[in-house]
């Protein structure tokens, strides 16, 4: 398969960081059935869901790291 230009060189490199990473992830179908409530509800897809929540996880635990470095 030939390579495009976008893929070789510092463009194709910094394009292929950004794109989003894909995860197989199993979760049992009550869990399922739960996040898909709270997105609905939330008006986002189940895999919108799921990164928002990750994303607000990450953020806390940074922003408690933070408080724990402030504190030493």
């Known amino acids: 398969m030939p390579k495009r230009a976008e893929d070789s060189g510092e463009e194709g490199r910094a394009a292929r960081e950004k794109a989003k990473k894909q995860v197989l992830l199993r979760l049992s179908p009550k869990l399922w059935n739960e996040l898909a409530d ?19 996880c990450v953020k806390k635990r940074k922003k408690q790291r933070g408080e724990e470095n402030d504190d030493k």
């Open 38 to 56: 709270w997105a609905e509800d939330d008006f986002r897809s189940i895999n919108g869901q799921i990164e928002y929540l990750l994303t607000e």
